[in-house]
């Protein structure tokens, strides 16, 4: 199983990026997914999740601004990040889990995002 994040960069406050997650191996589409991010000096925390079925939740800094997707011809999530903010800076890192049955927690190495003026 592989799990490659891409996307980021530096963007001024307000601005848009689109971060994407290829995940391979064949647990796309039973896995749970999610992007955390882990700004300097903080705990990793969730900023938003899909399920298999495509059921989405969100941070509360987040909702409004970041929209989770996916798309399971291409095996990629992507996370749209819009009206950013200084405080989104951060690795962004992508997850594919499973809890039950065949259980696995994989992560990617993150993404940097620079919010800047």
């Known amino acids: 199983v592989q799990v490659v994040e891409s996307g980021g960069g530096v963007v001024q406050p307000g601005g848009s990026l689109r971060l994407s997650c290829r995940i391979s191996?064949?647990?796309?589409?039973?896995?749970?997914m999610g992007w955390y991010r882990q700004a300097p000096g903080k705990q990793r925390e969730l900023v938003a999740s899909?399920?298999?079925?495509?059921?989405?939740d969100y941070a509360d800094s987040v909702k409004g601004r970041f929209a989770i997707s996916k798309d399971s011809d291409k095996n990629t999530m992507y996370l749209q990040m819009s009206n950013l903010e200084l405080e989104d800076t951060a690795v962004y890192y992508c997850?594919?889990?499973?809890?039950?049955?065949?259980?696995?927690?994989?992560w990617g190495r993150g993404t940097q995002v620079i919010v800047s003026s």
């Open positions: 997850n594919a889990a499973r809890s039950a049955g065949l259980m696995y927690n994989y």
């Open positions: 191996g064949g647990i796309f589409t039973i896995s749970n």
């Open positions: 899909i399920s298999p079925s495509g059921t989405t």
